[in-house]
């Protein structure tokens, strides 16, 4: 091959750059096999010096989520916003989330220690990873993922700040349990604003029930030494209507339901079910947020 068919095949196999690629072939005398492991080694030297680095950016990739019944997420870090927007970036999220969800051998949630022997096209994660961070030149974490399944719901996904149509900075997942899920499907558009709820409202759980009994003491001394003043034959009144404000304000079926504040999520579904002649409930909540 000519230098040029050299150069572009290395760079086609390593996704490194051409300068990268020219060095690689000239240390190697053009021996490609040698240059793709020098190129490997410095890769992995490159990756290992910036894995102390902060990643504050990143994207929330999910993986047919057309299907609200079957789909995978991934939640991936990078230290820039810009890197965030990367095709290079964007299309790895892409591929480890597809392969999370083909992938019938890991656990169904986890992080990247649940993700050690997982390909990622023709690749181990490692190897794709260290190629990455190599080529973009930050650090890159894969932080959790999670597969949704289930016969008996179907799962309501929304993202907001979208980089392209599977990936964003913010995404919410409702499930919904249903005793027909084809007829459920046929309303997936007026159940969207239940998961929007959940990424512009941010609810703490789901019901009363699902609120951390630690949480519902610790509000309680809160609201008890704003009112320290007060009568005493007060204060239980006081308390109790304060703390149910809190608990409304903080879980998704108390919430007031942001396109029509007159009524809660609650009051939503269940107009839902009347309407449709079906029987809704959600009965799970995931926030994620980079």
């Given at each position: 091959?000519?230098?040029?068919?050299?150069?572009?095949?290395?760079?086609d196999?390593?996704?490194?750059?051409?300068?990268d690629?020219?060095?690689?072939?000239?240390?190697?005398?053009?021996?490609?096999?040698?240059?793709?492991?020098?190129?490997?080694?410095?890769?992995?030297?490159?990756?290992?010096k910036?894995q102390?680095?902060?990643t504050?950016?990143?994207?929330?990739?999910?993986?047919n989520h057309?299907?609200?019944?079957?789909?995978?997420?991934?939640?991936?870090?990078?230290?820039?916003?810009?890197?965030a927007k990367?095709?290079?970036?964007?299309?790895?999220?892409?591929?480890?989330?597809?392969?999370?969800?083909?992938?019938?051998?890991?656990?169904q949630?986890g992080?990247?220690?649940?993700?050690?022997?997982?390909?990622?096209?023709?690749?181990?994660?490692n190897?794709?990873?260290t190629?990455?961070?190599?080529?973009?030149?930050?650090?890159i974490?894969?932080v959790?993922?999670?597969?949704?399944?289930?016969?008996?719901?179907?799962?309501?996904?929304?993202?907001h700040?979208?980089?392209?149509?599977?990936?964003?900075k913010?995404?919410?997942?409702?499930?919904?349990?249903?005793?027909?899920?084809?007829?459920?499907k046929?309303?997936?558009?007026?159940?969207?604003?239940?998961?929007?709820?959940?990424?512009?409202?941010?609810?703490?759980?789901?019901?009363?029930?699902s609120?951390?009994q630690?949480?519902?003491?610790?509000?309680?001394?809160?609201?008890?030494?704003?009112?320290?003043?007060?009568?005493?034959?007060?204060?239980?009144q006081?308390?109790k209507?304060?703390?149910?404000?809190?608990?409304?304000?903080?879980?998704?079926?108390?919430?007031?339901?942001?396109?029509?504040?007159?009524?809660?999520?609650?009051?939503?579904?269940?107009?839902?079910s009347?309407?449709?002649n079906?029987?809704l409930?959600?009965?799970s909540?995931?926030?994620?947020?980079?």
């Amino acid at each position: 091959m000519s230098s040029m068919e050299l150069i572009k095949k290395l760079r086609d196999t390593t996704g490194s750059g051409i300068v990268d690629c020219k060095k690689a072939l000239a240390e190697n005398n053009d021996d490609l096999d040698a240059a793709i492991k020098w190129l490997r080694e410095k890769g992995i030297l490159k990756a290992q010096k910036k894995q102390d680095r902060e990643t504050n950016e990143g994207v929330i990739s999910l993986y047919n989520h057309e299907d609200s019944s079957s789909f995978a997420l991934c939640q991936i870090k990078c230290e820039t916003d810009f890197v965030a927007k990367n095709n290079d970036f964007l299309s790895f999220a892409s591929d480890i989330t597809k392969s999370i969800h083909e992938n019938n051998d890991i656990s169904q949630s986890g992080t990247a220690n649940d993700l050690s022997n997982l390909q990622v096209g023709e690749k181990d994660l490692n190897t794709a990873l260290t190629d990455l961070i190599s080529k973009i030149g930050e650090n890159i974490q894969i932080v959790s993922y999670k597969k949704y399944k289930s016969d008996n719901s179907i799962f309501i996904q929304y993202l907001h700040n979208k980089y392209n149509s599977s990936s964003s900075k913010i995404a919410s997942v409702v499930e919904i349990s249903t005793d027909n899920i084809d007829e459920t499907k046929k309303i997936i558009d007026s159940l969207k604003v239940v998961a929007m709820q959940v990424s512009a409202m941010k609810p703490m759980a789901l019901d009363e029930q699902s609120i951390d009994q630690k949480t519902l003491d610790d509000e309680k001394d809160i609201i008890l030494k704003q009112i320290e003043n007060t009568p005493d034959d007060k204060k239980d009144q006081i308390v109790k209507g304060k703390l149910n404000k809190f608990i409304k304000e903080n879980t998704l079926l108390g919430q007031s339901l942001i396109t029509d504040p007159k009524i809660t999520v609650s009051n939503y579904i269940s107009s839902l079910s009347k309407d449709n002649n079906l029987n809704l409930n959600i009965t799970s909540m995931d926030l994620y947020t980079i």
